[in-house]
């Protein structure tokens, strides 16, 4: 079956300029997470999604990011006005109950900022 | 606040050199405790969940194994392929925390 999936895979972006990311959990999961991973560091807890609704969006690094996710399926991760510290890998998961559950991740998006 | 700790940062071995991982947690409200391998540039990939302590679960040549402050995953006999960063992460009632990852190397 198809695991989660995001695009795009690799996004160059000059400094200032917004930008979205995609993902696409697997069919039938009812939450949906997004991390950060910073080259040669651990995952930062973004936002999590149960349905279509965020229950904590206190992880968001700043109010230059938001989510949202429509039809309890796709996910849209926006970063207004990019910063060069910005700049990372953007994983998507999901799983079928909330944070008890397994997570599967989408292979991410490789965000530079430049 | 809630923190997850993992040692070692870096771990090289022989093939066939059995050892184990560290991770250290304290979060609130748990849910569970979980392990998952990641190889270089892509998504993590799901290993275990242990939910309670005294738990044990197993795959292949990885053993999970969960106390009340401490999750360890034994390596038994690791073969190149195990090599991998290996991250463990505490589901609490709002998030995901993660550790930093130990760096896993099998040398043949």
């Known amino acids: 079956g198809a695991g989660v999936s995001q695009s795009p895979s690799n996004k160059v972006t000059e400094k200032g300029k917004d930008v979205e990311l995609r993902c696409d959990p697997i069919?039938?999961?009812?939450?949906l997470y997004w991390y950060r991973q910073r080259l040669g560091q651990g995952l930062e807890f973004l936002i999590y999604f149960q349905g279509n609704s965020a229950p904590d969006k206190s992880g968001l690094p700043s109010d230059r990011f938001s989510a949202e996710r429509t039809g309890e399926s796709v996910s849209t991760l926006t970063i207004q006005r990019t910063q060069q510290e910005d700049s990372a890998v953007y994983l998507c998961?999901?799983?079928?109950?909330?944070?008890?559950?397994?997570?599967?991740f989408g292979p991410g998006t490789r965000l530079t900022v430049t | 606040e809630d923190q997850v700790t993992q040692s070692p940062e870096a771990l090289r071995l022989q093939e066939g050199e059995s050892s184990s991982l560290n991770c250290s947690y304290t979060v609130s409200g748990l849910r569970g405790l979980f392990w998952y391998r990641q190889d270089p540039g892509k998504g993590p990939e799901f290993l275990f969940t242990?939910?309670?302590a005294g738990e044990e679960k197993e795959k292949e040549r990885l053993k999970a194994t969960l106390t009340k402050k401490e999750s360890f995953l034994h390596i038994t006999a690791p073969k190149p392929e195990d090599s991998a960063t290996y991250l463990c992460a505490g589901g609490g009632a709002q998030k995901l925390v993660f550790g930093q990852g130990t760096r896993l190397t099998i040398n043949p």
């Open positions: 069919s039938g999961h009812t939450a």
């Open positions: 242990l939910y309670s």
């Open positions: 998961a999901s799983s079928f109950f909330g944070l008890a559950s397994e997570q599967y």
